[in-house]
Each structure stands twice: as C-alpha cells, then as structure tokens.
C-alpha cells in the first residue's frame, strides 16, 4: 500500500496561484494513474484532475480547464497540481489519490484505492 502526503495548500487571493505537492513513499509511483480530487463544505468529492501512469494522457475537469495542469516527477515519486487564476470557488480540501497500475487518466473516485489527507486550500475574494 502506498502512503499519500499532500502539501502546498493555504490561503491565497482570487487571481492568485498556487502549487500542490503529493509525494507517495512505500512503493514506486511510476506504474500507476495519479489523481486530485477536491472536496469543498457541504459537498461531495469531485475529480480535478488526472495523470496517466506514462505521464503522457492527462484530464482536467471543465471546471479546472486552462487554469489548472496536473504534472509527475516520477523520480521524485511526486505528482504536482499547478493552479492559476484561482477563484473562491476554488476553496476545498484538495486529494491526492494512486490508481491502478499502468491505467490511463482516470476520471472516476472509485478507481482510485489509496488517498492522501488533504490540503486546504482557500481562496478569498
């Protein structure tokens, strides 16, 4: 099992931009699908972004797009979030999550088994 730990959250004004970190340790990261996801006060977890296991197929969500890129070291065993143009309704607790081992960029939680514990990110108007 791999052991998830997000970092690079906190508080930032709209316009802003932000950079998320998540470094797996236990197992190499390299084989697998690699995901964020955000879960915002009062509502459900939702899929932000997606890296294929060779780096090469990504997804974003409508919501996310031309804003944010998702991007793995797979040296580092770290997958990154890059945020741009960040919007209040951006706020929510962001997830890093490992998927199944040479997948694709998958959209869905339930493909996803090992999560991290979150960073909050907010973002003030």
């Known amino acids: 099992q791999v052991q998830l730990v997000e970092s690079g959250g906190g508080v930032v004004q709209a316009g802003g931009s932000l950079r998320l970190s998540c470094v797996a340790s236990g197992r190499t990261m390299s084989p697998y699908a690699m995901a964020w996801f955000r879960q915002a006060p009062g509502k459900e977890r939702e899929f932000v972004a997606a890296i294929g296991w060779g780096g090469g197929e990504m997804s974003r969500s409508d919501s996310v797009k031309g804003r944010f890129t998702i991007s793995r070291d797979n040296a580092k065993n770290t997958v990154y979030l890059s945020m741009n143009s960040l919007q209040p309704e951006d706020t929510a607790v962001y997830f890093c999550?490992?998927?199944?081992?040479?997948?694709?960029?998958?959209?869905?939680?339930?493909?996803?088994?090992?999560w991290g514990q979150g960073t909050q990110v907010t973002v003030s108007s």
């Open positions: 999550a490992a998927g199944c081992r040479f997948c694709g960029a998958l959209r869905t939680r339930a493909q996803y088994n090992d």
